[in-house]
């Protein structure tokens, strides 16, 4: 069984579906802590790691055989608790970054300040010793819409955001929720987002889990 940590629950039909989709048979199991998010904007990520610690035991007490965390704000957290877990345990955004991380100009696109800084060091982190230029894109007023239940907004808002990117080799759309705005962009920039790659990784490590 694959546990899936969110931090809104819009993300859990998105991942049945991709289930449905691309691993019919995977067997999901939703842990959705909204709070988690709130924190972490509020005091950083770190304040939230002895709870992502809690979260992930009971995922692990409970059968998970992996942890797929697809909040980019506290996934590094999440996946620093692997080892106290002791099973896997994923960020959502780690496919989509060592994508990324093979171009040489990125540009990271979020709707919440707080996912800035963790996307871009993690694309830093898979592009390894590779000369790279990471520019980020703050889309204002976007966040709101999404935290209003505004979702067609808040699509609209990050697509077109995404389609004033120039001298770019690829453009990354940094949290999940985005997802569905890289269908709605025109640019001829690449446009990459992070649940089908990082559920595909996912799944692949369940299966291999204890």
């Given at each position: 069984m694959l546990a899936l940590l969110h931090t809104s629950p819009v993300h859990v039909p998105v991942f049945d579906a991709l289930r449905d989709q691309d691993h019919p048979g995977a067997r999901l199991s939703h842990l959705v802590h909204e709070d988690l998010l709130a924190r972490a904007v509020a005091e950083g990520p770190e304040a939230v790691a002895p709870a992502v610690a809690g979260i992930l035991a009971t995922a692990a007490a409970g059968g998970a055989n992996a942890v797929l965390c697809t909040c980019s704000t506290i996934g590094a957290v999440a996946e620093a608790g692997a080892a106290g877990a002791g099973i896997p345990v994923l960020r959502l955004d780690r496919p989509m970054a060592?994508?990324?991380?093979?171009?040489?100009?990125?540009?990271?696109?979020?709707?919440?300040?707080?996912?800035?800084?963790?996307?871009?060091?993690?694309?830093?982190?898979?592009?390894?010793d590779r000369a790279v230029e990471v520019r980020t894109l703050l889309v204002e007023g976007a966040w709101e819409r999404f935290q209003d239940g505004d979702g067609d907004g808040y699509l609209a808002a990050v697509a077109a955001a995404a389609d004033t990117v120039r001298d770019a080799d690829v453009i990354v759309l940094a949290q999940a929720s985005m997802a569905g705005a890289a269908g709605r962009t025109t640019t001829a920039v690449p446009v990459l987002s992070s649940p089908r790659p990082g559920l595909r990784a996912a799944v692949r490590a369940s299966a291999h889990g204890r």
């Open positions: 060592a994508e990324a991380a093979r171009a040489r100009r990125i540009v990271v696109v979020a709707a919440l300040g707080s996912t800035l800084g963790p996307t871009e060091a993690l694309i830093r982190e898979e592009a390894a």
